[in-house]
């Protein structure tokens, strides 16, 4: 514990200055387990995540081992490669990263996408991951935006570009249609709507801030 001569007051936390005058504190008392120690926390986790990679390595030597001996598919390895990898990335980027919840869903996925893609292309390619799981991705994404904007609703705003951003993915899906590489555009086709009507209706019940919050975005 803390005290600053100058406001009189006791602080609690582990500063050196008054958060009131920015007076250098007088230290009066050793507090112990005020708060929970979030730097243990975090250290555990780290040591969770090391032991999971390490033991991820370990299962995936020992898969490609018998892989090897019993001459299994190689896809079977990959397809646990590649959920392992995720898995990792969950635990590193998700839980012990700094990133905001938005930027995590987008980040998690779109590389879940990939993930599947890759698993797609690994047992041969039959397009369902390009077909569903892409605008599936899509939609998920757009319905992440409702829920925050209604969570935020004073900075609901700041949530457009991410919008624009959507619709341009809907826009490519629709495309990939075209050149033959989605064969089944249904759902592409609906992820596109809801992305048009999500950035719509911000932009039209928004009025003034949305345009506002374009300029600014857009420097216009």
């Known amino acids: 514990m803390s005290r600053c001569n100058q406001c009189k007051i006791e602080i ?33 986790l780290v040591m969770i995540s090391r032991i ?10 020992v898969a490609a081992d018998i892989c090897f001996f019993f001459e299994m598919q190689s896809w079977i390895l990959i397809i646990s490669a ?19 919840y938005l930027a995590k869903t987008v980040v998690l996925t779109i590389l879940a996408i990939i993930m599947f893609v890759a698993i797609d292309f690994s047992v041969g390619y039959n397009g369902w991951s390009v077909n569903y799981v892409f605008p599936s991705g ?7 935006i409702v ?4 969570i935020n609703r004073k900075n609901w705003q700041s949530y457009m570009m991410l919008q624009i951003f959507m619709v341009l993915c809907s826009v490519a899906a629709v495309l990939l249609s075209f050149f033959g590489i989605i064969t089944n ?6 992820a ?11 932009v039209i019940i928004g009025g003034r801030r949305a345009r506002v919050e374009l300029k600014r975005r857009f420097h216009i």
Not at 16 to 39: F, G, K, S
Not at 82 to 100: D, E, N, P
Not at 147 to 150: F, R, S, Y
Not at 192 to 202: D, E, P, Q, V, Y
């Open 12 to 44: 609690l936390d582990e500063t050196e200055r008054c958060p009131l005058c920015n007076t250098v504190l007088e230290q009066t008392a050793e507090m112990e387990n005020m708060y929970p120690d979030i730097r243990i926390r975090s250290r555990k």
């Open 52 to 61: 999971y990679l390490f033991l991820a390595i370990v299962l995936e030597l």
């Open 82 to 100: 590649l959920v392992v990898l995720f898995g990792y990335i969950v635990i590193r980027y998700a839980i012990l990263g700094t990133s905001g």
């Open 138 to 144: 899509i939609l998920l994404i757009d319905a992440g």
């Open 147 to 150: 829920v925050l904007m209604v």
């Open 185 to 190: 555009p249904a759902v592409s086709v609906v």
């Open 192 to 202: 596109l709507n809801i992305s048009l009507i999500l950035f719509l209706g911000t």
